[in-house]
């Protein structure tokens, strides 16, 4: 037999390539797995090509923005804001490519920095992709997909190490942190098209569920992406102003399939965390990996920073989807009007935290009252589809807060008696006296 | 045999494998194929990536021909399923077919040795670790072409990314017989088959993807020495590409070239389709 003289070169050569890593190395583990095998696979890019490319230029645009802040942190800002930013822009997503991209081969170097991060998002888009082949299959039935989407949403959560969670989180995990905001001040602009990316991944899901034939769903699509084409025209002030939640942009979806949803906000939200660390001076480079791991374990597990579902909503809605880059079924003429500044941070409330979820919690302002009452009326007459709006009141005014400014501001108070032929039967009386004024305490006779 | 006989093998055999993967109605896709490359699409040399979990995927014709020095011209198949049987863990099996002209005998055509093999990924790439993996084979005698002895193989594959994009170091070496240098069969068609044994090989490949384009341009070194007693280390370079065609299709091919004593050409063309079966995933039916 003979020797193996190759195997002191490769030993060398491997040694060689181990040999100038940073100390602090560490060993990663995690896996991919295939998507669920369906019928209802590649239905939507075949459906409806034009956005399924989107998605696709989608994928390059977050792989980029890692990779330039990880590989080039005091590069100039103009790299991201005005190169890249022109080159999705006026190239990418006018011309996107037909297959879905290879993030490892778009962001090398953060690629290795978190794999875990990149393997939990890629899970997440598969999530997308599936939902959205079996909103646009045409051969199912509506019980049909609520089964199929029970199923993939199984599917997807049956890797706990990758899903992230199905219970909401306060945007406390997102805007409360050491970190927060420094990728959306650096950036606006490129934070506004991340933003942009986030309304149309959402809000799709409520074009295709509103569509009722085949050509409607084309056409609401059709209509979702040239608005999202709008969003891109006089950035960032034509984009969302603060992160679109599905809650909002897509209630119709949230409210059939809550789990999904709530997976959304929390991968979206992770998106920016991820932006934020990696843009900010204040985490050094040794710690960002950490960083990252651990906001990723805050973002799969079940505890940190839960939100009651109606807390949840209630906030999505407070925040004003005109904020968020307005609504996609009906779309607006024109471009909404924010009514918050570029960027704003959502205001937190510990009231809404889940009393069974442990930590503190985020919530809505009294201001959100008057946009809930404004969604319960435009939800018509389906019971159904005021459900959620209805608990997300009932939730808010059970802040003392809230209801002595409902006491005290005789025109809320209106509004909200005028909401009180839309309450269920069953809640009905207890509502209405919620929002009865205190019977006036008689005035203490001064004594002489 | 002639070339008919030859084709007609690879057609049953061909359909044998495509049958298993067309029994399911419910076909889905990996995502990035092109990316993952696989042993002799079109490099030797491959990377430390297992397919995902769950995953099947067909080397459906995968065609390799080649012409040493003289007039011995070799053209061969190997379809070959990989199936994503753990995390990070890939079995294999596939099949070759060979069909050699210039040979003193004529034309002859027949199948190989049927290789095995289970690689298993260590560890995915981080700042601090290149991905690494294990693999290990073997190869049953089954037809004229193949040895005629089992033979095992353990190697080593290593991937890390730098500047010029991803390097690939792989090494292997193989337990078994070796085969005499007097043995007839190194002037037969038969050699063929043998050629693919080496009693150890290693590679480093370097290749870089253009993402926009879901394309990977690789090139490579191998250093091997033959099963066959008293062989010198044969040194070969490769060239290739792979394509994503469509989300389940990924094609390849590479242009190879021995600097040993054969100073053999090679051409390699294939193409890989990856689906997956809802009956190999355990779900709460």
């Known amino acids: ?448 | 045999m002639s070339i008919h006989i030859f084709a007609r093998a690879y057609c049953v055999a061909s359909h044998c494998l495509l049958a298993a993967a067309l029994l399911a109605p419910t076909a889905a896709v990996a995502q990035t194929d092109y990316f993952n490359t696989d042993r002799g699409r079109p490099l030797q040399t491959q990377d430390a990536l297992a397919i995902e979990r769950y995953a099947l995927e067909l080397q459906a014709a995968p065609l390799r021909w080649s012409r040493a020095a003289g007039p011995h011209v070799v053209w061969a198949v190997e379809p070959e399923l990989a199936y994503g049987i753990l995390p990070r863990t890939q079995l294999e099996i596939g099949l070759p077919f060979y069909f050699t002209d210039g040979f003193d005998a004529g034309s002859r055509g027949g199948i190989g040795a049927v290789h095995l093999s289970v690689m298993h990924v260590l560890n995915v790439e981080t700042l601090g670790f290149p991905a690494m993996a294990l693999e290990a084979g073997v190869a049953i005698p089954a037809g004229r072409f193949g040895a005629s002895d089992l033979y095992t193989t353990l190697g080593a594959i290593a991937t890390r990314t730098m500047a010029v994009g991803r390097v690939h170091v792989n090494a292997e070496f193989t337990q078994g017989n070796g085969i005499a240098a007097t043995d007839r069969r190194w002037e037969e068609s038969r050699s063929a088959g043998l050629e693919e044994l080496s009693r150890w090989k290693a590679g480093v490949a370097v290749d870089r993807a253009l993402p926009l384009r879901s394309m990977l341009l690789g090139a490579e070194l191998v250093a091997s020495r033959s099963m066959r007693d008293g062989a010198d280390v044969d040194w070969n370079t490769a060239a290739g590409v792979r394509w994503q065609l469509a989300p389940q299709w990924a094609v390849d091919g590479g242009i190879g070239r021995s600097f040993g004593d054969s100073r053999e050409w090679s051409l390699t063309v294939g193409a890989a389709w990856s689906f997956g079966l809802i009956h190999l995933i355990p779900l709460n039916r």
């Open chain 1, 1 to 448: 037999m003979n020797a193996f003289p190759g195997g002191r070169a490769a030993a060398a050569i491997t040694l060689a390539l181990t040999a100038a890593l940073p100390a602090a190395a560490q060993w990663s583990t995690v896996s991919e797995q295939f998507y669920l095998p369906a019928s209802h696979n590649w239905v939507f890019r075949a459906e409806h090509p034009a956005a399924d490319r989107l998605f696709n230029a989608f994928d390059y645009g977050h792989a980029i923005l890692y990779e330039e802040l990880w590989a080039r942190p005091r590069g100039p800002k103009e790299v991201l804001e005005r190169d890249h930013y022109a080159f999705i822009t006026r190239k990418l997503l006018v011309n996107p490519p037909r297959l879905p991209l290879e993030e490892a081969a778009i962001a090398p170097q953060y690629s290795r920095l978190a794999p875990e991060a990149k393997v939990m998002f890629e899970w997440a888009h598969l999530l997308h992709r599936q939902l959205y082949d079996i909103l646009a299959d045409n051969r199912l039935s509506e019980s049909q997909r609520d089964e199929q989407v029970a199923r993939v949403v199984a599917y997807y959560r049956s890797r706990p190490d990758l899903a992230f969670s199905a219970r909401p989180k306060s945007m406390n995990l997102m805007e409360g942190q050491p970190y927060s905001l420094a990728f959306r001040k650096a950036y606006p602009k490129f934070n506004g098209l991340i933003w942009a990316y986030h309304w149309l991944q959402v809000g799709l899901y409520d074009a295709l569920l509103a569509g009722s034939t085949p050509d409607e769903r084309s056409a609401l699509v059709n209509g979702a992406v040239a608005r999202f084409r709008a969003m891109l025209i006089d950035p960032p002030r034509s984009m969302p102003y603060i992160m679109p939640m599905t809650a909002a942009v897509a209630p119709e979806f949230t409210r059939r399939y809550p789990d999904a949803a709530a997976i959304f906000d929390n991968l979206h939200s992770m998106h920016d965390v991820i932006s934020d660390i990696l843009a900010t001076e204040d985490v050094p480079r040794s710690r960002k990996r950490a960083e990252i791991l651990l906001a990723a374990q805050q973002y799969r597990d079940d505890t940190t920073e839960v939100l009651t579902r109606e807390a949840w909503i209630g906030m999505a809605i407070g925040m004003g989807i005109e904020n968020q880059g307005g609504p996609v079924v009906g779309s607006l003429a024109v471009p909404p009007t924010p009514t918050v500044e570029l960027g704003a941070v959502m205001r937190h409330d510990a009231s809404a935290v889940d009393p069974h979820a442990g930590h503190a919690m985020p919530m809505p302002a009294t201001d959100s009252v008057t946009r809930l009452a404004d969604s319960l009326t435009r939800a018509g007459s389906d019971q159904a589809a005021r459900e959620p709006f209805v608990n997300a009141l009932f939730r808010l005014l059970e802040d003392p807060a809230v209801l002595q400014r409902v006491v005290v501001d005789s025109s809320l108070r209106r509004v909200l008696l005028d909401l009180a032929p839309l309450m269920p039967p069953e809640h009905r009386g207890h509502y209405e006296a919620m929002l009865r004024p205190p019977p006036a305490r008689p005035e203490r006779r001064s004594t002489p």
